[in-house]
Structures are given as C-alpha cells and as structure tokens.
C-alpha cells in the first residue's frame, strides 16, 4: 500500500474561484471585527463611517465594493476563458487601491496592516493565476504535405 498522495493539478478557474473567496471572506471579517473597536459603534450610531455620512449613496457604495469581488467567485468559473481572464485581471488590479485605501488615516496599524497584507497577496495570487493561464495549444489545419487538411 502507497503512502504517496496524489496531487491533482486544480484548475484555473478552482483556483480564481478560491482566490476570490479568500479574499470575500476576508474583506467582510475586517469590517465585521472594526465593530469591535472602541468608539466605532458610537460613531454608526452618530451617523458616520470614517469621515462620510451615512446615507444610500455611501451604502450603496459600499454594496458595490463588496458585490464586485463576490460576483468574480462565480464569473471566474461562469465567463468563457478569454473574458474571465480580461474580467478577472482588471478586478483583481483595480481591488489592489481600494484595499489599501481602507488603510489611510487608521490607528490600529497591526489590525489593518495585517488585514490588507493578505488581502494584497490574495489579489497578488488571483493576479498571477491568471496572468500565468495556460494556452491552449493551436491546431493545424495544414497537413504534413503543406496541403489543408
């Protein structure tokens, strides 16, 4: 009896899929575990998030940050491959300044700077998967006497 385990490689999409989670996961504990510091339940209740009133817009907004990383969990396994490559280069590059801007002005540099840390390697890791999408290999249509096939 072996003991060896097989390794199966995972695909692209498995891997986009779990990056894309990860990073859900993590992008949504964050602000959960923020409700725990001192202050910021008063400041919700005062109306305010940071510096920005609370209103539908700011939600909305918000919505949309949190939205756009949950649909590429199922757009990068959904979309044919040459648009959820595009699609999942394009987040994943514009994700990068949106969590390091939840950094800006923060006192509680080891919280964030942890959080935003793996977040940035979570993107660095969906960003290299799928920069690094396999080709497939092209098919000849000319036959080995140069006629078509």
């Known amino acids: ?6 390794d199966q490689p995972v695909s692209v999409r498995a891997k986009l899929a779990a990056g894309w989670t990860s990073f859900m996961f993590l992008y949504i504990y964050v ?18 998030v940071w510096e ?6 700011l939600l909305t907004v918000f919505l949309a940050l949190v939205s756009i990383p949950a ?4 757009l990068s396994v959904a979309l044919p491959a040459r648009p959820a490559r ?5 987040v994943a590059a514009l994700y ?14 080891l919280f964030y ?15 290299r ?5 396999p080709r497939a290999a092209a098919v000849s249509l000319v036959g080995r006497d140069g006629a078509l096939a």
């Open 129 to 133: 998967a799928t920069w690094t999408w």
């Open 31 to 48: 602000d959960y575990f923020a409700l725990y510091k001192p202050g910021y339940v008063d400041q919700l209740r005062g109306g305010s």
């Open 86 to 90: 595009v699609v999942n280069l394009v």
């Open 1 to 6: 009896m072996s003991t060896t385990l097989h």
């Open 113 to 127: 700077g942890l959080s935003i840390g793996l977040e940035l390697v979570l993107l660095a890791y969906v960003l």
């Open 71 to 74: 649909l590429m969990v199922v």
């Open 52 to 57: 920005f009133d609370i209103s539908q817009g």
């Open 96 to 109: 990068v300044p949106v969590s390091a801007f939840n950094a800006i002005g923060e006192a509680w540099t």
